[in-house]
């Protein structure tokens, strides 16, 4: 049978990029071909109810229980693509027995791993890591998620006597581009709670995401020849400025950590004309999240009175919420996740996440789904590193979690 370890290079060498300017589910057609792989793969390793779903581009399958007693339904869940990075022809190298020096990712252009940068690398001494050849990211994010949860079933179906009940498994798409669980079908996928293996280092357990919206602002000015321009021209360049003036300097995401929310000002393009800035809001605690947003449209209002037009015209869209909201009505998958970890040697490390994972989106679709840790690390860039023993940690937590889930 194939391990661990071959299974994630050969998966990691196949480039799912997914591709936010496309329209199309998944977005990249790489996806699908992986998804068909996948799925092929599942149907050949003997599992139930192997599905692609063409419209989701979700790929589910289903281990059956193997005790007679009722037992809550669970299900795991990572996404197969792959981050906005260079993705073609992805070397993946392995370095056994990693001494904590810093490592020479590509020798030609100089690219180095270095502990000094990247303090984590050295809780790492000894393990064995997978790394790039500098040229691009890995995809550990989530290739890693995908193979731990196949490890961790194939383990289960080849030992009968480790007791579990129903398992739902699903694999999805453009989780990068914020969009892969929008239409995950969650009627279908009957577990009563999942998780999502998508997190980094050992230990990580995460239940709190941001609360997302994005709110883009269109500026309509006055553009005359400069020559006349007193008192008539009215320069979006400089509405844009004075938006963003009226912000809090201090709450932009260079400037926060841990539950301190930001607006982030992505983007803007100005002419004197017309113009468009595109903010993020996020924030843990929703009446913050709201008052942010509220703010917005009161900037807003404030300048179009002052200039006595529409200069300023908002459009707000929230993007997912902070799946705590769900997760704390019964945080049963929180304390069976703890439970495993410990009982698997790791102490658990339970922070809120910076961001969202396909679980935000997931648990208000009445499936509450906390995120778990892989063993990867430095996401979306050529720094990306995977830790074999800690993927073999993360795999050792699912197993051991269906057990204790199935105990009477
Ligand atoms: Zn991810």
Do not use: W
């Not at 100005?270 to 993020?280: A, L, P």
Request: charged share 25%; aromatic share 8%.
């Amino acid at each position: 049978m194939e391990n661990l370890l071959n299974r994630f290079i050969r998966y990691c060498k196949i480039n799912t990029r997914s591709n936010e300017k496309s329209n199309t589910v998944p977005s990249s057609e790489n996806q699908v071909v992986f998804a068909k792989m996948l799925t092929q793969e599942l149907v050949d390793l003997g599992f139930d109810e192997v599905i692609y779903n063409p419209e989701n581009g979700f790929v589910s399958a289903t281990v059956k229980s193997n005790v007679d007693h009722e037992v809550d339904t669970i299900g795991f869940i990572a996404h197969y693509d792959t981050a906005d990075f260079n993705s073609e022809n992805i070397q993946p190298r392995v370095i056994e027995n990693y001494d904590g020096s810093p490592i020479v990712l590509n020798e030609a252009s100089g690219l180095i791993s270095d502990p000094l940068l990247f303090p984590h690398l050295k809780e790492l001494v000894g393990h064995t890591l997978i790394v790039t050849d500098g040229n691009t990211l890995l995809g550990a994010d989530d290739k890693a998620g995908v193979v731990e949860i196949i490890e961790a079933m194939l383990i289960l179906k080849n030992n009968p006597d480790l007791k579990h009940g129903e398992i739902r498994i699903a694999f999805g798409p453009d989780e990068e581009i914020g969009r892969g669980a929008n239409l995950f079908d969650a009627s279908n996928f009957r577990a009563k709670f999942a998780y999502t293996l998508d997190g980094a280092k050992r230990g990580e357990l995460e239940y709190e995401s941001f609360n997302a919206a994005a709110a883009t602002i269109e500026l309509h000015g006055v553009s005359v020849h400069p020559g006349t321009a007193k008192d008539k021209m009215i320069n979006c360049a400089k509405l844009a400025m004075e938006f963003d003036a009226l912000l809090p300097a201090n709450e932009v995401p260079e400037h926060t950590e841990h539950y301190e929310g930001f607006y982030l000002l992505h983007d803007m393009e100005t002419t004197i004309d017309h113009g468009k800035m595109t903010y993020i809001i996020r924030d843990h605690d929703k009446a913050k999240f709201l008052a942010r947003k509220e703010r917005m449209l009161k900037n807003a209002n404030y300048l179009n009175e002052k200039y006595g037009a529409e200069r300023f015209v908002v459009k707000m869209k929230d993007s997912y919420y902070n799946m705590r909201e769900v997760i704390e009505k019964d945080m049963k998958p929180v304390e069976l996740a703890k439970k495993a970890m410990v009982a698997c040697d790791i102490e658990p490390i339970i922070q809120p996440i910076r961001g969202g994972t396909d679980g935000s989106k997931i648990s208000f679709m009445g499936i509450p789904t906390p995120n778990l840790f892989t063993g990867g690390g430095n996401y979306h860039g050529p720094y990306e590193y995977a830790s074999l023993d800690d993927m073999q940690k993360a795999v050792e937590v699912i197993v051991k979690l269906v057990q204790l889930n199935a105990e009477v």
